[in-house]
């Protein structure tokens, strides 16, 4: 993750009691991390870094666009990022994400956020990723509709014959 080191950040060199950082993550951001459901995009991420007690709380602000394929027809869409995130972050012996908190060797006093900017934008991406309606491609839709079933289509079917003895069953007995 050598194109990542500018999401570092220093939490035990941090002199004041909060901090505050920004990026713009990009095409650039996505290709490095390797992933294949977002393509490409441009979020704008803030952050800042508060010290509270023996803890670290850090609070993203993403806003943006990233570019996904349509579920329905495989063109590329749109889809806007507009999310918050929170990440608790302690030093310690050994790194441990558990969920809640996430330990950082004090040795090393740093965590890399990329990762973790890139989970709250994954979060931020509906289930079903489709275009507002009449927006997909019209060939795709037109070839997807010629061989999808219809609702009348499965109830004009002939019935399994293995199947037809059950329905001269009386149940009522």
Known sequence: MGKLGAYKIDLKGQKEASASYGWVVDSDYFT???????RRGRVNVSLDVTKVSNQFVLSFVLKG????QCDRCLD????EIDTTGE??????EDFAD??????????????NVSWYI????SLAVPLKHV??????NKAMSEELDKYSASEEDEGNSPSDPRWSELENLNLDD
């Open 87 to 92: 990440l608790k972050v302690r030093l310690g």
């Open 76 to 79: 590329d869409m749109v889809q």
């Open 118 to 121: 890139y989970e709250f934008i």
């Open 32 to 38: 490095a991390l390797d992933v294949e459901d977002i």
């Open 65 to 68: 666009d990233v570019i996904l």
């Open 131 to 136: 275009h507002a309606p009449g927006k997909c």
């Open 98 to 111: 558990d969920g809640d908190v996430v330990v950082v060797p004090e040795q090393d006093g740093t965590i």
